[in-house]
T-cell receptor, first 115, second 110 residues
Framework: KAGVTQTPRYLIKTRGQQVTLSCSPI?????VSWYQQTPGQGLQFLFE???????NKGNFPGRFSGRQFSNSRSEMNVSTLELGDSALYLC??????????????FGPGTRLTVT | QQPVQSPQAVILREGEDAVINCSSS?????VHWYRQKHGEAPVFLMI?????EQKGHEKISASFNEKKQQSSLYLTASQLSYSGTYFC???????????FGTGTSLTVIP
């Protein structure tokens, strides 16, 4: 079974630009969660989608948005990039909504650098 | 609502034991444990559910004290491969938001 894939793996953008990151979950998984990881901050929850519906949203500004398609693939978008948005963005998929009895499988992440 | 992990960092010699703790201020339904090695994605270790159900890797052991909203991960006879950052993730009883802790860095030296 193929794992979670994320594209692109690396990205360099300039302040003020916008960016779209993509995540393809494991086949059969309907839940996709997104996390921002920066040194010392651990895994900060961005949002979770289940069956094309946003189930939860973390404490991030409205510049961060996402969506999920009918094939469970998900995208997240960050508009008006700021230097502080530089981070590793991880997506994770699971059979059912995160937490509970179902583990998450993480993709390799997209390393975003904002200059 | 983010769980608190302790210690923040620990250094062990091969063969020594370690305990990593995860504490929440809210009543919990589940606790998850993941390990992330440097430059890699987090990998699932174990799930502990309210009521006592557990699932995970055979070589990993953990406990979940529902009354205290705490979980502990036990690493015994540590090996070099145990090095990495350990994260707990928690889901509350009332809500369905899942939060990860800030992580515990574990380094095993020869």
């Amino acid at each position: 079974k193929a794992g979670v894939t994320q594209t692109p793996r690396y990205l360099i953008k300039t302040r003020g630009q916008q960016v779209t990151l993509s995540c393809s979950p494991i086949s059969g998984h309907r839940s996709v969660s997104w996390y921002q990881q920066t040194p010392g901050q651990g895994l900060q929850f961005l949002f979770e989608y289940f069956s094309e519906t946003q189930r939860n949203k973390g404490n991030f500004p409205g510049r961060f948005s996402g969506r999920q398609f009918s094939n469970s693939r998900s995208e997240m978008n960050v508009s008006t990039l700021e230097l502080g948005d530089s981070a590793l963005y991880l997506c994770a998929s699971s059979l059912a909504p995160s937490g509970g009895a179902y583990e998450q499988y993480f993709g390799p992440g997209t390393r975003l650098t904002v200059t | 609502q983010q769980p608190v992990q302790s210690p923040q960092a620990v250094i062990l010699r091969e063969g020594e034991d370690a305990v990593i703790n995860c504490s929440s201020s809210k009543a919990l339904y589940s606790v998850h444990w993941y390990r992330q090695k440097h430059g890699e994605a987090p990998v699932f270790l174990m799930i502990l559910l309210k009521g006592g159900e557990q699932k995970g890797h055979e070589k990993i052991s953990a406990s979940f004290n529902e009354k205290k909203q705490q979980s502990s991960l036990y690493l015994t006879a540590s090996q070099l491969s145990y090095s990495g950052t350990y994260f707990c993730g928690t889901e509350g009883n009332t809500g369905n938001q899942f939060y990860f802790g800030t992580g515990t860095s574990l380094t095993v030296i020869p």
